[in-house]
């Protein structure tokens, strides 16, 4: 078997270090991740979905820890609107109750997301180009409109354009909206956005990357926020998705401080929205797996975390049980990834012990509003 890098083993041992200051060391600290997040003013919370909410055990370490909440799936477009003459809202409002019953914010994922393959089936009669941008952009501003009048404040911040760039050119994408309205699907969905939700923090939402491996995903997204800030388009923060790990590139904190530096100069606020760590160390040892990603959490919040810019920190999935990479991207060897601050047995990890060192350590922000 390889062996873990150097950087890592370095990182891996400031990690535990940092975590054996902690009352409990990989325990619960004092207050919990929520309590740690607030008094930094920082709004802690977790991605849920049906799973979760059949789940007794889950209910008490979601309400335990997170001060928000994101539904996983319920809005996107295919969970939505499945049948073109039909709503579904079941799964959507089910989490809604549930973050209404312990005192949760909830966010909201997504409203626009250009890939194809996202949208229903049905859409697809919308034809390409300039023969369906009006039916396209009706369809948007329609679907806007509808979901954000449901949720109300219920819903205080929207993810409202999600992943619109190639990573490797940094070039918008093609897709459904791209297709049919052009580059400016974005401005269309984030006016309409604002229009819908006066009072919700409005916000574009892509997997940015800790390292140089895609720079020029990175200059697309400046160049993209640079524009919507020169038209007055009600934008109001970049979400960093913070799926870290492999794919990724060797981490790069300078490039990483630097692309940071230049949105918040924009004046733009900082969200980490989906955060978790592919676990692709090259070691069947699971304490040696955990100490990475352990490392990996700590050196990314580390440096994220110091932006007051930022105000809410999102796992996408609290436990193993849950996480999306168990179908989607599984280890080579055969076993779980270890991504999330709980196993699947819903005990803390090192990973919880980094988050909660990091949030320690973080400086103190004014609170977010939303």
Request: aromatic share 10%.
């Amino acid at each position: 078997m390889m062996s873990l890098s150097r950087r890592h083993v370095l990182m891996g041992s400031a990690a535990l270090a940092a975590a054996a200051l902690l009352p409990s060391g990989c325990g619960q600290p004092p207050g919990h991740l929520k309590d740690l997040a607030k008094r930094k003013g920082i709004l802690f919370g977790g991605a849920i979905g049906p799973e979760e909410l059949a789940d007794t055990a889950a209910h008490e370490l979601v309400s335990r820890e997170c001060g928000v909440i994101t539904p996983r799936n319920a809005l996107k477009w295919r969970t939505l609107r499945w049948d073109r003459s039909d709503w579904n809202f079941t799964e959507g409002d089910a989490i809604a109750r549930y973050a209404a019953a312990n005192n949760q914010k909830m966010r909201g994922h997504v409203l626009v997301w250009n890939p194809v393959e996202n949208m229903p089936d049905w859409a697809s009669d919308i034809p390409s180009g300039s023969a369906g941008r009006s039916q396209a952009i009706q369809l948007m501003e329609t679907h806007i409109e509808q979901v954000c009048a449901h949720y109300g404040d219920r819903i205080t911040s929207w993810d409202v354009v999600n992943e619109a760039f190639e990573p490797y050119s940094g070039d918008l994408a093609p897709g459904f909206f791209m297709d049919r309205i052009g580059p400016d699907y974005i401005e269309h969905a984030f006016r309409k956005a604002r229009e819908a939700a006066p009072h919700a923090q409005l916000v574009y939402n892509d997997y940015m990357r800790w390292s140089d491996k895609y720079p020029n995903h990175h200059k697309g997204v400046l160049k993209l926020l640079e524009n919507l800030r020169k038209k007055e388009v009600p934008i109001d923060a970049l979400g960093i998705q913070g799926h870290i790990g492999k794919y990724y590139g060797t981490e790069n904190d300078r490039h990483w401080r630097q692309f940071l530096d230049e949105v918040t100069a924009m004046g733009y606020d900082l969200l980490i929205t989906e955060f978790d760590v592919r676990d692709f160390a090259p070691t069947a040892d699971i304490s040696a797996r955990d100490a990475n990603v352990a490392a990996l959490t700590k050196g990314f919040l580390d440096i994220t975390l110091s932006y007051p810019e930022l105000k809410q920190f999102i796992c996408w999935g609290l436990s193993d049980r849950w996480s999306w990479f168990r179908q989607s991207e599984p280890r080579e060897d055969g076993q779980l990834q270890r991504t999330a601050p709980y196993d699947v047995d819903l005990k803390p990890k090192p990973m919880y012990a980094a988050i909660a060192a990091a949030l320690i350590t973080a400086p103190t922000r004014e609170p977010s509003t939303t």
